[in-house]
């Protein structure tokens, strides 16, 4: 009976949109998640996001949210792990469903960078890494990524036009995806052009700046699955499978590896074992690209390829649409979008819709399991979720 | 099998520690708490704290403050419900260590308020507040709870000195607290004559600005638990009977009765009835008095006394030691601090100390029944536990 089961999806256009709050964006994804599972009215919510103390000036967000989306009084709060917030939320959540404490629980996450400036929103992102160990002696987040950038590239001896075939895959499929922010195909030219933002990072080497929110509901046991599938006309119910958080150093000076994400080989591996699955049974997989590299260093940290060979597997073609598994046909956060906080979510939205064969974009290949990896910070945090179609 | 246990506790004592960080006193309370579970390692870590993103420009709270207490890589996050984040983090970490899915688990809250000065504080904890609705318009935290005392003194006819009772016990009780930030006796003169804050709170009526961090270790199984409590020589054990998290709107216009703390009544009885107690059973009380009216309100909406009764009671002598229950004998957020995200875990810290007989001040007389009850904003968040003393 402690089963667990994702019965509603819900998720927002993200883009930079200055009409529309957190508060709007937010229950915009609930409203559509509630619908997506016949009405069910959620009993709990939990939030993921970083920002909104910083940028909003806003506390208090699990119950803001709840009562805005008409669900004043239920238990709620916010969860925040940095970029990884949206997973973190989702592991909290699945655990508020498993324990039996609440029979119907929503999970979402919303993040509103448009608020501000851009240079307010680098600062809040910042806030992600070390602020007396790093930040205070002038490193950005994106700073701290193109120093991984550059040390992968000088260990295995990449260059800039070897990674460029990362944003190029995610700029094809987000072209497919009504919701993406970047929905346009770009060329390896225009790549390699784009503006230096921290070497060797460019423009489009980095995911962009957009608000957007997503939310799912989680109900316990097959049964209440199962109906509220057959009551929506639908014959496949998801389940969760696999969750596991887990965490590394915020600073990057204390590990003992820059190329090794730790928090994703621990999450990943205690996840699979959680799912009863290896690497290769996973059809379909979103990874947190917040720039190309973490995207690689998913693939080989979570056990698709060797250290070092991500990067030429990749330009071969593997992983993309019709391999095994098939990964980011949303566009990822690379050209999708990466509104923070929702970001985890957004993932596990995507993963469910692809798994019923409902994804409106670049369509998986019949996938029966698939896999997230959201990460917080330079993976000072991932959560890896498994999850599995069963008809 | 799912039953769940403290086993250790840990806290520091509250203060404003310009020499001490986040960091530094999280650990300490946290390996005081491990220390007390007879060095039980946890793998998980729930972190309750409001204003870190604000005052100390740090996310990631949660993994940082593993790494930085000897646990890194363990599940970790940070929960955000205002000043109920510690209660909140609490409901959260009961989850984890009631679905089985982490056997222990470590539930902390830390607040650093001394980072910055009295007015970003000021403002800080107004984000606790509806930013839009109610921020924007010149409200502050302390304004809001002044609106309320106000039409509580109006509607049930008190004057300042009859809620000046409330201040005055827990500064009697604190006294004898060697972790309160204000171990001093005060005078009903010295209250009614302090400076003024927010008509009608003066600053006697108000809880202090301080930094603090508790933490505590659950566990499943009564087994375990019992096993830990022998091997630390302790003939009692600590069971979680009843937890419960309920929200309200944030702004304060769109409630009802400005009187009745909707949150606290639904939160408190969910707690009693997954309990099975009433508030008659209660031998032990720590309420959420960051002003003295919030501590009268606790008391009616918990249901300890009728609406408009609780100054009157108070003011005869009610609910003072040797009377059932015997409540804050802490000194409260009035007197022995409120470390915001730290409060609701203090109160439970207090209330197990209470319950094994250990509490270092003022001592509950041998209460077998305790319960906590941690709000955030003006009860935008309340969460009660229910804990049971076992020989």
Not at 180 to 207: F, G, V
């Amino acid at each position: 009976m402690d089963r667990v089961f994702i019965v509603g999806v819900g998720l927002t256009k993200i883009g930079r949109f200055f009409d529309k709050s957190a508060r709007t964006l937010f229950s915009e994804a609930l409203s559509m998640a509630i619908e997506d599972a016949g009405g069910l009215k959620p009993k709990a919510l939990v939030v993921g996001n970083m920002t909104s103390s910083v940028l909003m000036e806003q506390d208090s967000l699990g119950a803001l949210l709840a009562d805005y989306s008409g669900l004043r009084g239920i238990p709620a709060f916010k969860v925040e792990a940095a970029c990884g917030s949206g997973g973190a939320a989702f592991y909290a959540g699945y655990s508020l469903a498993r324990s039996g404490m609440v029979d119907v629980v929503a999970v979402g996450g919303v993040e509103k960078l448009t608020e501000n400036l851009t240079s307010s929103v680098t600062k809040a992102l910042a806030q992600a890494a070390d602020m007396e160990y790093e930040v205070f002696y002038g490193a950005s987040f994106t700073g701290l990524n193109a120093l991984i950038a550059r040390a992968y590239m000088n260990r295995y001896g990449y260059t800039r036009e070897d990674m460029a075939y990362w944003p190029l895959r995610m700029h094809e499929y987000a072209s497919k995806n009504p919701y993406a922010q970047l929905p346009r195909r770009t060329t390896i030219e225009k790549i390699l052009n784009s503006p230096l933002i921290a070497d060797p990072l460019h423009l489009y080497d980095c995911s962009p700046i957009g608000d957007g929110a997503a939310a799912l509901i989680l109900v316990r046991g097959e049964e209440n699955a199962r109906r509220i599938a057959r009551e929506s006309g639908r014959d496949v119910i998801v389940e969760v499978k696999g969750v596991s958080l887990r965490t590394d150093s915020v600073d990057l000076g204390s590990r003992n590896d820059l190329l090794a994400l730790e928090s994703t080989i621990k999450a990943s591996r205690e996840a699979y074992r959680m799912a009863g699955v290896k690497p290769g049974d996973i059809d379909y997989l979103e990874v947190h690209d917040a720039f190309h590299i973490t995207g690689y260093l998913a693939l080989e940290d979570m056990g698709f390829t060797g250290k070092g060979e991500a990067v030429k597997l990749w330009r071969e073609g593997r992983f993309a649409k019709g391999d095994k598994p098939e990964v980011n046909l949303s566009g990822g956060l690379k050209a999708r979008g990466h509104p923070v906080g929702a970001t985890g979510v957004y993932q596990i939205v995507e993963a469910t819709l692809q798994l019923r064969g409902e994804f409106p974009g670049e369509k998986a290949s019949d996938p029966e399991i698939a896999a997230t990896q959201n990460i917080g910070g330079v993976a000072t945090y991932t959560t890896i979720t498994v999850l599995r179609r069963l008809r």
